[in-house]
């Protein structure tokens, strides 16, 4: 099954009754393995969990810790990029040259790696000058 079709088989099982957007992530680990997310939202919308951060959780609990690839998707007019918060995310558990696919429903697909989508991303290495309780 490709790495497309895993993230259509989750994006059906999305909840999303408020926004009746639904969208379905699924990224590979370097060990090969595939993990599935869909975003999850409350009444208390729009508190709630992205399919990407979705994926990530499972990945994380699977035992795996980084990703090697990335697809997401959604039913619109064009490719869906991840919201800034899972770039952020991802930049956390791929590197910058990690490829993400955009696609939607219809077919349509955009790729750009983790680092086009988030240039100038927040690492732990700002946070060198910090003493460990400090901050």
């Known amino acids: 099954m490709s790495l497309i079709d895993s993230a259509t088989e989750v994006f059906h099982k999305a909840y999303a009754p408020y926004s009746n957007f639904k969208v379905g992530a699924a990224l590979r680990s370097v060990e090969g393995r595939v993990h599935q997310g869909c975003n999850v939202?409350?009444?208390a919308y729009p508190e709630g969990t992205c399919a990407e951060a979705g994926a990530i959780a499972a990945m994380i609990?699977?035992?795996?810790t980084r990703i090697a690839e990335v697809a997401v998707i959604a039913d619109s007019p064009t490719p869906v990029p991840p919201c800034g918060g899972c770039r952020q995310k991802l930049k956390e558990f791929a590197d910058a040259d990690v490829v993400v696919t955009m696609a939607t429903l219809g077919g349509a697909t955009l790729q750009m790696t983790v680092g086009d989508l988030l240039p100038g991303w927040f690492d732990a290495g700002h946070m060198e000058n910090v003493a460990p309780g400090e901050g």
Do not use: F, L, P, T
């Open 41 to 43: 939202e409350n009444v």
């Open 61 to 64: 609990a699977a035992g795996d």
